[in-house]
């Protein structure tokens, strides 16, 4: 199960609670579920009502959730996320830029406060560019998630490195106008992800870290423009994670939102030579395609989305080819029960009924 930011932490201390236990454990016949990503400081959150993984409260929430997954049998990794230029001042600790490789603003959007104190989709404001001990201060905010982790009971950790967040702000040479030790080549582009994968690594082992990458060809996406040397740039990132031997690495094909173009097969082909960890796939899959690319060898693991949000059996309906329900997408980020834990199981119901 890909994570799935749902906006349903309790307030205003962005904890998991019994609610989100619920979500999570009627899930638990995924083979994994990654939770929702989950901001590593106050100053790492672009979205209201998104839990995060440094307080003492948020990793009591999150202890409801792992054992709740885990008494049904499931397992489950938490995403450790900083959002970056995806922000505004509003969603900052001391009302201060947010935080990215530059001062260059995001095409997009975050979830914020509007005019009349409503959660709405709001610009983006433009981005500080953080300074090396700042950099440094991050990556230890990394590796304190990864202990809070531990603490609140997840099997792993996966390390956010996609969809236009703060550490895919670095590797972007369209985001990235750096001089400095992180920006210019390739290899400076790739230091915070590597650093800060090696702050989660001192905490977890290699064997239960996994990274998720979306490389994208050039085009605009909100939030996220692909850039010219993406395949180079990433390619030297799966290399370097490999030879930290991070268990795997989860790459997000674009092509899933706004038929953006993304890497195709050969690209996928060319990562299987130069990683020996596990590759998962996601975007777009349906239990067919799954079976065919696990079959061919292009991936070790097919990740699934927002089939998830409307069915929490997904797993059995593929295996008994039971018709999917569809999500109502009015209440995927709305807060509460509604469109959350009521969508039913297949079970007991008749077949496609949802
Ligand atoms: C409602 C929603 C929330 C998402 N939240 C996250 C997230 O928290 N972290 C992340 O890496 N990707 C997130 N994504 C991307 C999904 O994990 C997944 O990669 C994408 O939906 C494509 O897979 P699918 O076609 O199976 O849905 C989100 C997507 C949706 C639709």
């Not at 307080?55 to 999150?62: A, C, F, K, N, T």
């Not at 268990?247 to 990562?271: I, K, M, Q, T």
């Not at 990740?303 to 209440?331: Q, S």
Request: proline share 6%; net charge negative.
């Amino acid at each position: 199960m890909a994570p799935l930011t749902r906006c349903r932490a309790k307030q205003p201390s962005d904890a998991p609670w019994s609610l989100n236990a619920e979500y999570y454990a009627q899930r638990a016949g995924a083979g994994l579920i990654i939770a929702e990503a989950s901001q590593i400081s106050l100053a790492a959150r672009g979205y209201l009502m998104t839990p995060g993984m440094y307080s003492v409260e948020q990793v009591e929430g999150w202890r409801l959730v792992t054992d709740a997954v885990h008494a049904k049998g499931g397992r489950i990794q938490a995403q450790l996320w900083h959002c970056g230029r995806i922000s505004r001042r509003s969603l900052q600790p001391d009302g201060r830029a947010p935080a990215s490789s530059s001062t260059k603003r995001a095409n997009g959007t975050c979830l914020a406060y509007d005019a009349e104190g409503k959660p709405a989709r709001m610009p983006c404001d433009e981005p500080r560019a953080l300074t090396i001990p700042e950099i440094a201060e991050i990556v230890e905010q990394y590796r304190h998630a990864a202990q809070c982790a531990k603490e609140a009971g997840f099997d792993g950790v996966q390390v956010h490195s996609a969809n236009g967040y703060l550490l895919e702000q670095f590797m972007s040479s369209v985001c990235n106008d750096r001089t400095d030790a992180y920006g210019g080549s390739i290899e400076n582009r790739n230091r915070f992800l590597l650093e800060a994968v090696r702050a989660v690594i001192s905490v977890w082992g290699a064997d239960r870290v996994g990274v998720r990458l979306s490389p994208k060809v050039p085009g605009d996406a909100p939030n996220h423009e692909g850039f010219p040397d993406w395949r180079e740039q990433y390619l030297h990132a799966i290399r370097a994670l490999g030879a930290e031997s991070v268990s795997y690495v989860d790459l997000v094909n674009y092509a899933w939102a706004h038929s953006l173009p993304s890497f195709d097969d050969s690209f996928v082909r060319e990562v299987r030579t130069i990683f020996r960890g596990a590759l998962m796939l996601s975007g777009g899959y349906t239990g067919e395609r799954a079976e065919e690319h696990i079959a061919a060898g292009l991936c070790d693991f097919a990740v699934f989305g927002r089939p998830f949000i409307a069915n929490p059996d997904l797993p059995e309906r593929i295996r008994r080819n039971i018709p999917l329900a569809k999500a109502n997408e009015a209440t995927v980020y709305s807060g509460g029960v509604e469109g959350y834990t009521d969508y039913p199981a297949a079970e007991g119901a008749p077949a496609g009924a949802a």
